[in-house]
């Protein structure tokens, strides 16, 4: 008799041998209720790719049978009021938003973005690598360039004479998504909520009356517009997309550059080939995945493939799985710069789409470059590579000491 499958979210194989970790699973079920967590997961590319735009399933988690609102406004007003009311789980608000930020992200503004992006890049980055000695890119790149990316970008350093107090809090909003936090972790987190949405209705007050060339100006212009969205809607849209929205791309940037460092022969093939750049990022974010596993909440019973999935009941959509499916990517083990991704799920798929997919690709691809430019000759120390296995939402390398060759 067959054993069911059970989910080892806290094992080495997720982290450190995704592909082994899904080819596993999806051996013995490619579709399973995990048996101690009670939620479902899902491995294969198809199947997640339906799931994401599914309209039985929600992305927010206050549809899910262990969300309590009352107890969350009671105790956290400030987080629930952004979580709650977040726009871009809400099914009225969503798509104005999305028009926002389309009407925003002009092609001056894209410009101007990428300007911005290379800048902080050079700034951050170049002083670290561009010279002899050990950079734990785990530590001194990862964690501060995607908060300095996005402050520069909507205008923070602009606004307010505080940035890095900014930052500091918008670092620990960001943990909001872990579910394991405890009360005190929770108090510390409304503490930065309250602080957040003051700073951020401040901020847009400023921007009305004295746009700048930033993303706050270019959403409050849009949003003025438009019509449909409040400052409220606004200050959520900004910070989800500030703090929450530079999480991932914090640990996919470690997982990016251990890639880049320890793949000698695509390494070598793009520094031959600078014009396979974009195609490079592509598969980087697919083999190095920073996110363990994307969620939907189910609003309502509902019947997938012959499984029953009960209204209230979590989904967890595995990245491992979808970006290592052997239908859809030839020897998905292999990093392949030449690789065509155009079926890859890395950024999600339907209206919920990273808003922010741009800019999590041009850090990237600049941050790349930067180590193909100013350390060519830069190697892992691949012994010292430390991991944390307890980091429940993403892969997490948390030591990656590299030598820069120079």
Same mark, same amino acid.
């Given at each position: 008799m067959s054993t069911?499958?059970?989910?080892?979210?806290?094992?080495?194989?997720?982290?450190?041998?995704?592909?082994?970790?899904?080819?596993?699973?999806?051996?013995?079920?490619?579709?399973?209720?995990?048996?101690?967590?009670?939620?479902?997961?899902?491995?294969?590319?198809?199947?997640?790719?339906?799931?994401?735009? !599914?309209?039985?399933?929600?992305?927010?988690?206050?549809?899910?049978?262990?969300?309590? %609102?009352?107890?969350?406004?009671a105790k956290y007003p400030a987080w629930y009021k952004m979580r709650e009311f977040n726009p871009f789980s809400d099914d009225v608000k969503h798509p104005l938003i999305r028009k926002m930020t389309v009407k925003a992200f002009s092609p001056s503004a894209l410009r101007r973005i990428e300007h911005q992006i290379k800048h902080a890049v050079d700034t951050l980055v170049k002083p670290l690598i561009g010279v002899p000695g050990v950079v734990d890119v785990a530590k001194e790149i990862s964690p501060h360039l995607p908060y300095r990316v996005l402050c520069a970008l909507f205008g923070v350093d602009r606004l307010r004479e505080d940035s890095e107090a900014f930052l500091e809090h918008c670092r620990v909003y960001a943990r909001l998504i872990d579910p394991l936090l405890t009360d005190d972790e929770k108090a510390v987190i409304e503490?930065?909520?309250?602080?957040?949405?003051?700073?951020?209705?401040?901020?847009?007050?400023? %921007?009305?009356?004295?746009?700048?060339?930033?993303?706050?100006?270019?959403?409050?212009?849009?949003?003025?517009?438009?019509?449909?969205? *409040?400052?409220?809607?606004?200050?959520?849209?900004?910070?989800?997309l500030i703090s929450t929205g530079s999480t991932?791309?914090?640990?996919?940037?470690?997982?990016?550059?251990?890639?880049l460092l320890t793949q000698h022969e695509q390494r070598a093939y793009l520094?031959?080939?600078?014009?396979?750049?974009?195609?490079?990022?592509?598969?980087?974010?697919?083999?190095? !995945?920073?996110?363990?596993?994307?969620?939907?909440?189910a609003m309502r019973d509902l019947e997938y493939r012959g499984f029953q999935i009960k209204k209230g009941q979590v989904l967890m959509m595995s990245f491992a799985g979808i970006s290592n499916d052997p239908k859809?990517?030839?020897?998905?083990?292999?990093?392949?710069?030449?690789? *065509? *991704?155009?079926?890859?799920? %890395?950024?999600? !798929?339907?209206? !919920?789409?990273c808003v922010g997919a741009h800019v999590a690709r041009n850090e990237i691809r600049f941050l790349v470059k930067a180590f193909l430019d100013y350390a060519p000759k830069a190697r892992v120390l691949t012994d010292k590579i430390e991991w944390n296995l307890m980091n429940i939402i993403n892969r997490e390398i948390s030591t990656l000491l590299v030598d820069t060759g120079n």
């Amino acid at each position: 008799m067959s054993t069911a499958p059970a989910l080892d979210i806290f094992g080495e194989d997720i982290c450190k041998r995704p592909v082994e970790f899904a080819n596993r699973l999806r051996a013995q079920a490619p579709i399973f209720l995990d048996p101690n967590m009670g939620v479902w997961v899902i491995l294969n590319h198809e199947d997640v790719k339906q799931l994401l735009v !599914h309209e039985d399933l929600h992305i927010s988690p206050k549809y899910s049978a262990n969300y309590s %609102s009352a107890e969350h406004a009671a105790k956290y007003p400030a987080w629930y009021k952004m979580r709650e009311f977040n726009p871009f789980s809400d099914d009225v608000k969503h798509p104005l938003i999305r028009k926002m930020t389309v009407k925003a992200f002009s092609p001056s503004a894209l410009r101007r973005i990428e300007h911005q992006i290379k800048h902080a890049v050079d700034t951050l980055v170049k002083p670290l690598i561009g010279v002899p000695g050990v950079v734990d890119v785990a530590k001194e790149i990862s964690p501060h360039l995607p908060y300095r990316v996005l402050c520069a970008l909507f205008g923070v350093d602009r606004l307010r004479e505080d940035s890095e107090a900014f930052l500091e809090h918008c670092r620990v909003y960001a943990r909001l998504i872990d579910p394991l936090l405890t009360d005190d972790e929770k108090a510390v987190i409304e503490k930065s909520a309250a602080y957040l949405a003051k700073e951020v209705a401040e901020m847009i007050v400023q %921007s009305r009356k004295h746009p700048g060339e930033d993303l706050i100006s270019d959403f409050v212009r849009a949003a003025d517009e438009m019509g449909g969205l *409040n400052d409220d809607d606004l200050a959520c849209a900004i910070i989800a997309l500030i703090s929450t929205g530079s999480t991932a791309t914090v640990f996919t940037l470690t997982l990016v550059v251990h890639a880049l460092l320890t793949q000698h022969e695509q390494r070598a093939y793009l520094m031959a080939h600078p014009e396979m750049i974009d195609q490079a990022v592509e598969e980087l974010v697919r083999f190095a !995945h920073g996110g363990k596993f994307a969620y939907r909440f189910a609003m309502r019973d509902l019947e997938y493939r012959g499984f029953q999935i009960k209204k209230g009941q979590v989904l967890m959509m595995s990245f491992a799985g979808i970006s290592n499916d052997p239908k859809v990517f030839d020897h998905p083990e292999q990093c392949e710069f030449a690789r *065509n *991704n155009k079926a890859a799920l %890395s950024f999600g !798929h339907g209206v !919920h789409y990273c808003v922010g997919a741009h800019v999590a690709r041009n850090e990237i691809r600049f941050l790349v470059k930067a180590f193909l430019d100013y350390a060519p000759k830069a190697r892992v120390l691949t012994d010292k590579i430390e991991w944390n296995l307890m980091n429940i939402i993403n892969r997490e390398i948390s030591t990656l000491l590299v030598d820069t060759g120079n």
